[in-house]
């Protein structure tokens, strides 16, 4: 199946910062890619739907100007979280998709301190 | 509110036993139904599918699904789990007109003892 990466897998940051997670498909060109949170013993939560060379959509109830997505390649997607706070804290997965099935990536831990 | 549910949180079984998972979902019309598994450590993976035709839907690794449409169900089964099944185990649903958009169930933890 196709290779979804993330990069980094793991960031620990300060509140207040921001921090950028890339999502990149490694053996196919993806329209679009997916970004979602998943917390502690639940389920995987979509939050926005990134498109290549337009706007992202967010899903309802997702600040867009905190979670910030730029997809400015087919295989390329990035997700800045501005201004973080310990309650953003959360592991955020990353997906791509083609005609047929979505690829997930292996995720990001990212922990605000 | 449209969901998707997944009433077994947490299962413990022996090897050879057998598995079933309950899927449900809320959403009206059309829909495609997939389950993927979540090994310790690694990413989400695909084990079945299923956009139309025969409702029992056979995947990898011995794995199967029924989709019966009244029930709004789409349960997993394994006739006989083996310690390397021990894993989460995700249902998710998209709608026909919006494939790529999926909707996730809470999971379920399935931990199988030698």
């Known amino acids: 199946g196709a290779v979804v990466s993330q990069h980094p897998s793991r960031v620990i940051c300060k509140s207040g910062t921001s921090v950028k997670i890339e999502c990149r498909s490694l053996?196919?060109?993806?329209?679009?890619m997916f970004w979602y949170r998943q917390f502690p013993k639940q389920s995987l939560m979509l939050m926005a739907t990134?498109?290549?060379?337009?706007?992202?959509?967010?899903e309802q109830g997702v600040e867009k100007d905190k979670f910030l997505i730029n997809h400015a390649s087919l295989t390329l997607s990035t997700l800045t979280v501005t201004s973080a706070h310990p309650e953003d804290s959360s592991f955020y997965i990353c997906?791509?998709?083609?005609?047929?099935?979505?690829?997930f990536g292996p995720g990001t831990r990212l922990t605000v301190t | 509110a449209q969901s998707v549910s997944q009433h077994n949180h947490h299962v413990i079984l022996s090897e050879a036993a057998s598995l079933e998972l309950g899927c449900n979902y809320s959403?009206?019309?059309?829909?495609?139904l997939f389950w993927y598994v979540q090994y310790p450590g690694q990413h989400l993976q695909l084990l079945l599918k299923?956009?139309?035709?025969?409702?029992l839907v056979k995947g990898i690794k011995g794995f199967e699904a029924e989709f019966i449409k009244s029930k709004f169900s789409f349960n997993l089964r394994k006739p006989s789990v083996q310690w390397s099944d021990t894993a989460e185990y995700f249902c998710?649903?998209?709608?026909?007109?919006?494939?790529?958009?999926?909707?996730f169930g809470s999971g379920t933890k399935l931990n199988v003892k030698p």
């Open positions: 997906s791509a998709s083609d005609p047929l099935e979505q690829y």
């Open positions: 053996d196919f060109q993806a329209t679009t």
């Open positions: 990134s498109n290549e060379g337009s706007k992202a959509t967010y």
């Open positions: 959403y009206g019309g059309t829909v495609n």
């Open positions: 299923y956009f139309s035709g025969d409702p």
């Open positions: 998710a649903v998209s709608r026909v007109y919006n494939f790529n958009k999926f909707y």
